[in-house]
């Protein structure tokens, strides 16, 4: 065992934190945010893929966001755990010894 | 038995023969194989189960049909059921594998050290689940039904016996590995039609790409029929709605015990992340094709059903109406058949669609035995669950502590084949359509959970009584507002499937309020909470954070 610098410790939590953050609100304007202006969208007569925009936005857009956010997180994360020294392998081994309860 | 019923119930045999040779492969032969997998599933194979558990009976037979007769209005499904993994995956599910437990109740009665806060975590997950399962029994006696020529009841039993013989013999286990199988099936089963559809209507066999310029012609066919645009947006509710609806779908499956749970299979932080963005991914291949389902439909149901004679329908409508899933009459009296004299049930559009387009016996069988596994696996997934409520969380963390683990598996196998046949008993005469149940059922998940598992793994000062009338208040809320709801009380025009609006909110509110009325929690469990924060590699004690690199102490 070894300390982590107060500010280290607190640095990687506030890292994640943003993260987690800035993919919720481009996950919630690409589904609430259209939603809540789907009208006003459907007026302009825009069009993507050849159906109306805010159509396009419920049927397809928001799902597709929705993946490309959860891989960019996962990817992401696995690079800011390396940047602090993480390694995945003492993870498991952790993890392992103190599942079952 | 005529030669379509022949081939279909062969096909369904063959998968039923499958996932119970898949169980009995991998029987559990400890509690923890049972309840979590023995925590061995690597993220890509549990991002399958977990879509093979999510993608129920109404996403596979219904969802289709809703977006076709909601349009625009049907797509808040569609970004619900896929925005909830969104929260899972980035407010919840690291967090609670880190946390280390076999159950949701589990979870929330250890956090906060209260075994009457277990209690009703175990009654709600019991009530959520048992809401959820009856859509799916009702779900496979539809299939089962409509393929046998037998009344939907006697598909339900035959469903229940399936369920109740794999899911008790393979547990959590046996159930994933299921779970896998019955993903890949019920996925191929769904594209192949769809993309039939797409060749015979737009000549490209990438519907995801044609469907948009469908769109756009349904709406100038509407707009020509005199009736709202199919693309039109809130035309059959209001946007509040919509946005109640969304929301609720989407908190509720952030909350749902049964998808939690198989974040619990899995060895870390960093492989629960994984799981959640490829089980989306898994589960956005069905969700982006529903509505190329829905658009193709309506348009051959508008071009080749609405305004030809009555008595010169296609073939595929009279099997339809014999089930009296299709209704039609003739208001007109002019002896052709009229939009507004179609009476559709949402239900039959995924499985009519291989007959509507011709696509031969075995294709309709595949797509018969991609709903059974839609519908099994789901509740194979959910029967664990409602046991392990009972066998874990009541009987052995309650009421028997001492219970040996061959003991606590047996009271596990006793609860599933119990809870099975209750589930089916009420599926025989099931209340409201199958989308509502189960829409009830999220708002129910997430107006009793919810705020209680966020704030559990994200706020220190979280403690008992705040979960406590969090969970109480918040389930109190949701029955009361569908309740009142359905009998046409309703604030800013939300109907009982938005409910969970109101009772998220409402359980968010108590979870604070009461926390900061009453004493914070003891120190050792602010701890744990504040270890939450990091990977399982650091540790955080007594105020400060530990590496742990393989060195002692």
């Not at chain 2, 923890?32 to 037979?61: Q, T």
């Not at chain 2, 982006?288 to 149901?301: E, K, N």
């Not at chain 2, 075995?362 to 709903?371: D, E, K, S």
Request: charged share 10%; with cysteine; glycine share 10%.
């Amino acid at each position: 065992m070894r300390k982590v610098e107060k500010k280290t410790a607190e640095k990687y939590f506030k890292i994640r934190t943003i993260l987690v953050v800035i993919c919720l609100l481009i996950g919630f304007s690409v589904s609430y945010g259209v939603a809540a202006f789907a009208d006003v969208i459907y007026e302009t007569g825009a069009t993507i893929l050849g159906m109306p925009a805010h159509y396009y936005m419920g049927a397809q857009g928001a799902v597709v966001t929705f993946v490309v956010l959860l891989f960019a997180n996962a990817i992401i994360s696995d690079r800011v755990d390396k940047a602090f020294g993480i390694d995945e392998k003492a993870n498991v081994r952790i993890s392992g010894n103190s599942s079952d309860h | 038995m005529d030669q379509q019923s022949l081939v279909s119930l062969t096909l369904i045999l063959l998968t039923f023969a499958l996932y119970i040779g898949i169980s009995v492969y991998n029987r559990a032969k400890v509690t923890s194989d049972f309840y979590v997998a023995s925590r061995g599933i690597p993220p890509v194979w549990n991002g399958m189960a977990i879509g093979g558990d999510w993608m129920s009976a109404a996403s596979f037979i219904g969802m289709a049909g809703t977006v076709m007769i909601l349009g625009y209005d049907g797509l808040a499904y569609i970004m619900g059921w896929t925005g909830g993994y969104l929260l899972l995956t980035f407010l919840l599910a690291p967090q609670l594998r880190k946390y280390g437990r076999f159950t949701v109740p589990e979870f929330i009665g250890d956090r906060f050290d209260s075994n009457a806060a277990r209690l009703v975590a175990a009654i709600a997950t019991i009530i959520i689940s048992f809401t959820y399962i009856i859509g799916q029994l009702s779900g496979s006696g539809v299939v089962i039904g409509r393929l046998l020529n037998l009344p939907a009841s006697t598909g339900v039993m035959i469903g229940v016996v399936v369920i109740a013989i794999y899911a008790s013999l393979g547990g959590m286990k046996g159930v994933t590995w299921t779970q896998v199988a019955q993903y890949l099936i019920l996925i191929v089963a769904y594209i192949i039609p769809i993309v039939f559809m797409s060749l015979q209507v737009t000549g490209n066999p990438f519907p995801w790409l044609t469907y948009g310029n469908i769109v756009s012609e349904l709406g100038a066919i509407d707009r020509e029929l005199g009736i709202s645009e199919y693309f039109a947006p809130f035309s059959e509710s209001s946007k509040m709605q919509f946005l109640a609806l969304l929301f609720t779908l989407m908190f509720g499956t952030a909350a749902l015990p049964h998808v939690i749970v198989r974040f619990y299979t899995v060895t870390t932080m960093k492989a629960a992340r994984w799981s959640g963005a490829w089980a989306l991914l898994f589960i956005a291949l069905l969700y982006l094709s529903a509505p190329a389902y829905a658009a193709f439909s309506r348009f051959i149901i508008m071009t080749q059903v609405v305004g030809q004679p009555l008595d010169d329908l296609p073939g595929w409508t009279e099997s339809w109406i014999n089930t009296g899933l299709l209704e039609i009459t003739d208001s007109g009296g002019d002896g052709t058949l009229n939009w507004q004299d179609l009476v559709i049930n949402p239900d039959i559009v995924v499985m009519a669609t291989p007959e509507i387009a011709n696509l031969g016996l075995f294709v309709v069988g595949l797509v018969a035995a991609g709903a059974m596994a839609a519908a099994l696996s789901t509740a194979g997934g959910l029967l664990i669950t409602i046991s392990s409520s009972f066998a874990h969380d009541i009987y052995y963390r309650l009421l028997k502590p001492d219970a040996t683990d061959n003991k606590r598996l047996q009271a596990g196998r006793i609860a599933i084949v119990l809870s099975t046949i209750a589930a089916g008993v009420i599926a025989l005469d099931p209340p409201g359509v199958i989308t509502q149940i189960i829409a009830w059922a999220f708002a129910l998940a997430g107006g009793t959970f919810f705020p209680v598992l966020f704030l559990g793994v994200w706020w220190r000062r979280m403690n008992a009584a705040g979960a406590l009338a969090g969970m109480l208040g918040g389930l109190g809320v949701t029955l009361t507002y569908i309740f009142l709801s359905m009998a046409g009380i309703t604030i800013f025009g939300i109907q009982d499937t938005g409910a969970g609006l109101i009772g998220v909110t409402a359980n968010l509110i108590l979870v604070i309020v009461v926390s900061l009325m009453t004493p914070p929690p003891a120190q050792k469990l602010q701890d744990e909470v504040t270890d939450l924060r990091y990977p399982e590699q650091m540790t955080y004690r007594d105020g400060e954070v530990w590496m742990n690199d393989g060195t002692d102490d």
